[in-house]
């Protein structure tokens, strides 16, 4: 059992000032997945070296990968970093996609700052009552909830549309009231994974559903929303996989354009994975291929890490609006 700590002492922060800025200025909260070391420092120099608001997101399998003491001490480790960078960075340590009340207690008691509990595959009562439950808990010790509703098109799906459930504007305004969530994710067409749309020859992306977004900003105004799957799956990163004895055939993701109009939005907070992971694993199958007689971990992971590095500046410069904020 992991010793009982609270955020404040790690020197972490909930998400709700970081919501309320984003809201007021037009910009988004990056939230990026980290399993190791090498993504952790790539996350805090970039958010550092582009003065980013960060939210350090941490799912259920990479709690289990990473020991969740050693990721309590990692976030710790994060937070100091940043100050002997010079900086002051609000850093939020978050849980993605929480499936249960255990692992959200669990999360927020070894110092995690914020959680998201996924009811979204519940029926509707009972994802309220989960939600709820959650909230109440959280409460105690200020840290914040993100709920969800509608569910995201799995990657095996052919089309999105045809699979997701998109939100029902109709429900926001009630779940809001009745579980206290300080954010809300919604369904509007992203998807999780490199695998977002299915394009036959010549087709482009499909747009976002911002008529739906439009109508839920209009049910709760000012109320924090949350974009999953935002991946835009770059596809230099997948060029390289592909060159260098990968196979990723089809892979496609959203179009910065559109996140950038997502993020002027209500939308808070934009959660990236799937890109950093292509990022990393491009530059460790190029570099092992161009230098076969190398086998020192720094020298792969060391590339890969450069890479995310400056594939997250330029996220937060150019796509969410976070650079410059701190
Ligand atoms: O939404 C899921 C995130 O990309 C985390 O993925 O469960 O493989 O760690 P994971
Ligand atoms: P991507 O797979 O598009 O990076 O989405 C990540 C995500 O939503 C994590 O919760
Ligand atoms: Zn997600």
Redesign the pocket.
């Known amino acids: 059992m992991a010793q009982a700590v609270h955020y404040k002492e790690l020197g972490l922060v909930n998400t709700r000032d970081m919501f309320k800025k984003a809201m007021d200025g037009g910009y988004a909260i990056p ?1 990026y ?1 980290f399993n190791n070391m090498e993504q952790l420092q790539a996350i805090i120099v970039a958010c550092v070296e582009s003065r980013s608001p960060v939210i350090l ?1 941490v ?1 259920k399998g990479a709690r289990q990968y990473a020991n969740e003491t050693m990721l309590r001490c990692m976030a710790l480790g994060a937070v100091e970093m940043a100050r002997e960078m010079g900086l002051d960075l609000p850093v939020c340590l978050h849980l ?2 929480g499936d249960s009340f255990e692992l959200c207690k669990s999360c927020i008691d070894s110092g995690f700052s914020s959680v998201m509990i996924d009811g979204s595959h519940l029926t509707y009562d009972e994802n309220v009552v989960l939600t709820r439950k959650v909230v109440e808990y959280a409460r105690q010790f200020d840290v914040t909830v993100e709920g969800e509703l509608g569910v995201l098109a799995g990657i095996e799906d052919e089309v999105v549309a045809e699979h997701s459930s998109y939100t029902q504007p109709d429900e926001v305004e009630d779940f809001v009231r009745k579980t206290g969530v300080d954010s809300l994710a919604i369904s509007i067409g ?1 998807s ?3 695998y ?1 749309f299915k394009l036959k020859e010549g087709e482009e992306v499909p747009p976002l559903r911002f008529d739906i977004l439009e109508e839920v900003e209009r049910r709760i105004p000012g109320f924090p929303i949350v974009l ?4 835009s799956v770059v596809q230099a990163y997948v060029q390289l996989i592909n060159q260098y004895g990968g196979h990723l055939d089809g892979a496609v ?2 179009p910065e354009e559109q996140l950038r109009r997502a993020a002027g939005s209500a939308v808070c907070k934009i ?5 950093g992971r292509l990022a990393m694993t491009a530059k460790v199958r190029e570099f092992l291929a161009n230098n076969p007689t190398e086998f020192d971990p720094r020298k792969y992971l060391g590339a890969a890490r450069k890479e995310l590095i400056s594939l997250i500046k330029h996220k937060n410069e150019t796509v969410l609006g976070s650079a410059q904020r701190v």
């Open positions: 939230a997945n997101q799912s993605d996609h992203t999780h994974g490199a977002k999953h799957g935002a991946s993701g959203v959660n990236i994975d799937s890109d």
